[in-house]
């Protein structure tokens, strides 16, 4: 897991949150509660496609735009189990939280890829990929 990502608030603006996935070269961000509990998680496509494409101000907070509920793991989640959140969920990120709750950090699909066997990572990444029944339907890729 990449430790201590960088979450941000569910009243911050779209634009600096695009900032900060820039700054940190990611593409997800935790949207975190005062405590630091993941409510939500933002994209950079989440700011995209829900955002900017559907004519919202780069001031619209990312709770507009953010996905929720939010799938977490824990630090005690083992690779397997890591790999089967993401395959069950279709996500390639999920945040990791520790015993209070409290986003401690990431897990991504380039984090599986450099730790996990081949087959594994192959695997997941099909799986994640698979095109969804509302993409089929309207035909998106």
Same mark, same amino acid.
């Given at each position: ?35 630091? +509990? ?11 496609? +829900? ?8 001031? @619209? ?18 690779? #397997? ?10 996500? +390639? /990120?999920?945040?990791?939280?520790? #015993? ?22 192959? /695997? ?5 990929? +698979?095109? @969804?029944?509302?993409?089929? /339907?309207?035909?998106?890729?």
């Amino acid at each position: 897991m990449t430790a201590n990502p960088a979450c941000c608030a569910s009243e911050t603006p779209m634009k600096d949150a695009a900032k900060l996935m820039a700054d940190k070269d990611c593409g997800e961000l935790p949207v975190v509660d005062e405590q630091g +509990r993941p409510i939500g998680v933002v994209t950079d496509r989440d700011i995209c496609c +829900r955002g900017l494409a559907e004519g919202k101000s780069p001031e @619209t907070p990312v709770r507009e735009v953010m996905s929720s509920p939010v799938v977490t793991v824990t630090p005690g989640t083992s690779l #397997e189990d890591c790999c089967k959140t993401l395959e069950e969920n279709q996500i +390639r /990120r999920v945040p990791v939280v520790d #015993e209070n709750g409290s986003c401690c950090g990431m897990v991504s699909q380039a984090d599986i890829a450099q730790h996990a066997p081949e087959n594994e990572t192959a /695997r997941v990444v099909r799986d994640v990929s +698979r095109p @969804t029944a509302e993409a089929s /339907r309207v035909g998106c890729c």
